[in-house]
């Protein structure tokens, strides 16, 4: 396959916890859409610079390898692309990124871009959850890693940003002026909770593709449903060391998932609460951008001014 076709026509670019891992998975599944193996490649975020990231502590991060930086990586990434019309990734950190729009247009200047949107106050919660139960946020309390944000920001930290990521408006307008208006579609979370096979048709027509194909929607992924009640016992059950190969040697695949079902579910704890007065803090900080994000999307948000 010439090399100019081992490229995406189309990136999911974001936002984080707002169901773009639900729509990797559905689009993948459509017979004229191939998806990258790497749901989250993030290459246009630092491409062809092995990254350098720090932690809420401070500390480097060995967490190079999640990002795929090599260009010649990132080609292969869609080497087994055949017939399909379109081809995508879905890194929904690019979103946020001041350099991957620009990257992005040097690279696949036709690109189509999808952006999916979340209530910023609720995404940044539904953040801050992610990354406790994974094991990646130590402090415990909401409102305090709010404080820390700034702080973290400053000294390099490239995770744990919950407030900084939920000014779409100022995000968006980083694409529109580079990107012509009809090379992006942007999308409302509450579509995709209220009528994910309408939203799913959209998302299929602007990339070209049958928007009559029926999709599975009945699972979502990546839900945020608790906190484990041991964060090293969780890292276990996800692991691939010598005791899981081990196991997946002696026990037959529907055991083994059985098993890992059941441990999960003793292990999952209550999820945090949102404090109503986080919730008003963070609305009032992005008041003024979500009155502009509704004039630049034309869609009413008025929902998302609600504390």
């Known amino acids: 396959m010439h090399s100019a076709s081992q490229l995406p026509n189309f990136l999911i670019i974001g936002a984080v916890k707002a169901g773009t891992s639900s729509i990797y998975r559905y689009l993948k599944t459509h017979p004229e859409i191939y998806m990258s193996p790497v749901k989250e490649p993030r290459y246009f975020v630092f491409p062809g610079i092995r990254p ?3 932690g809420p502590d401070g500390k480097p991060l060995n967490d190079f390898m999640r990002f795929v930086w090599r260009l010649e990586d990132y080609r292969r990434l869609f080497a087994g692309r055949t017939v399909e019309k379109a081809a995508g990734e879905a890194s929904p950190q690019y979103l946020y990124s001041e350099t991957a729009p620009g990257a992005i247009r040097e690279l696949i ?16 919660f539904s953040n801050f959850c992610h990354t406790r139960r994974d094991g990646n946020e130590p402090l415990p309390d909401f409102a305090a890693a709010l404080e820390a944000e ?5 000294a390099g930290c490239w995770f744990n940003q919950y407030r900084n990521r939920g000014y779409y408006s100022r995000q968006l307008k980083r694409y529109l002026e580079i990107f012509p208006r009809e090379q992006m579609l942007i999308l409302l979370y509450d579509d995709l909770v209220s009528d994910c096979d309408r939203l799913l048709a959209q998302i299929c027509a602007f990339l070209g593709v049958d928007d009559t194909f029926k999709f599975d929607t009945s699972v979502r992924f990546n839900v945020t449903v608790g906190m484990p009640r041991s964060v090293a016992f969780r890292k276990f059950l996800h692991s691939s060391g010598p005791a899981k190969r081990l196991l997946r040697a002696l026990l037959p695949d529907s055991l083994r998932l059985a098993l890992y079902r059941r441990f999960s579910a003793l292990n999952m704890g209550p999820k945090p609460v949102f404090e109503p007065s986080v919730r008003k803090e963070l609305v009032s900080a992005f008041r003024q951008d979500i009155l502009e994000l509704e004039k630049l999307i034309d869609r009413d948000l008025s929902a998302w001014l609600r504390c």
């Not at 700034?150 to 400053?154: E, K, L, N, Q, W």
């Open 109 to 124: 200047p036709d690109a189509r871009l999808i952006a999916i949107l979340r209530d910023p106050a609720d995404r940044a």
């Open 52 to 54: 350098h990231l720090i």
């Open 150 to 154: 700034d702080a973290r920001i400053a």
